[in-house]
């Protein structure tokens, strides 16, 4: 059976896909920081749900709920490959789900940081990561410790909706 230009399942998944990708497309691009590949998790996301459409069509809250799961597994398998998490020392990933969340929180937090600018990572690098007061940092970098602190400020202000989109999407 076919409407409007394809089947039935074309026009539930493409329904589906408008309504839960920009969720699913935040949260991945919180997690890897990078737009092309966050096209491409997000769209391998639904391709797994093609795969599985016969169990997960029946609920559409169910389906949400898996693939927001599946969006993040496929970024952090990403991180994995960019040698993001190659990083961590094994022997750092618990044996608890909230030691792992802790790790994961860690991983989204440093990909939102590498997403700022290079003068807004730089100083919540030193002040709120390193501890440097800001007026050493100020007088070592040669940039007044106002214009410092109104990068710090809007630096934060944009970790802080990055990381509200993440928190949303979990």
Same mark, same amino acid.
């Given at each position: ?11 539930? &998944?493409?329904? &589906? #896909?408008?309504? #839960?990708? /920009? ?5 991945? #691009? $919180?997690?890897?920081?990078? $737009? ?9 996301? #639904? ?5 599985? +459409? ?5 609920? +559409?809250? !169910? ?11 496929? $970024?952090?398998? @990403? ?8 990083? !961590?020392?094994?022997?750092? !990933? ?8 802790? *790790? !994961? ?14 003068? @807004? ?11 440097? /007061? ?9 940039? /007044? ?7 710090? @400020?809007?630096? *934060?202000?944009?970790?802080?909706? +990055? &990381?509200?989109?993440? @928190?949303?999407?979990?």
């Amino acid at each position: 059976m076919t409407m409007r230009g394809g089947t039935v399942l074309e026009v539930i &998944l493409q329904d &589906l #896909f408008e309504s #839960f990708s /920009p969720l699913i497309r935040a949260q991945v #691009f $919180a997690i890897v920081g990078d $737009a092309s590949a966050t096209d491409d998790l997000v769209q391998a996301t #639904f391709l797994a749900a093609l795969d599985h +459409k016969d169990s997960l069509l029946v609920d +559409k809250e !169910l389906l949400k709920g898996w693939l927001l799961i599946v969006a993040r597994n496929r $970024a952090i398998d @990403h991180l994995r490959r960019s040698s993001r998490l190659s990083q !961590l020392d094994v022997g750092t !990933l618990g044996s608890s789900h909230e030691e792992n969340n802790s *790790v !994961l929180d860690r991983l989204v937090i440093e990909s939102a940081i590498d997403t700022l600018s290079s003068d @807004h990572r730089q100083v919540v690098q030193e002040v709120l990561v390193n501890g440097t /007061p800001l007026v050493h940092l100020a007088a070592t970098i040669g940039v /007044p410790e106002g214009t410092l602190r109104s990068r710090l @400020h809007y630096a *934060v202000k944009i970790l802080r909706t +990055k &990381l509200d989109n993440v @928190h949303d999407t979990r």
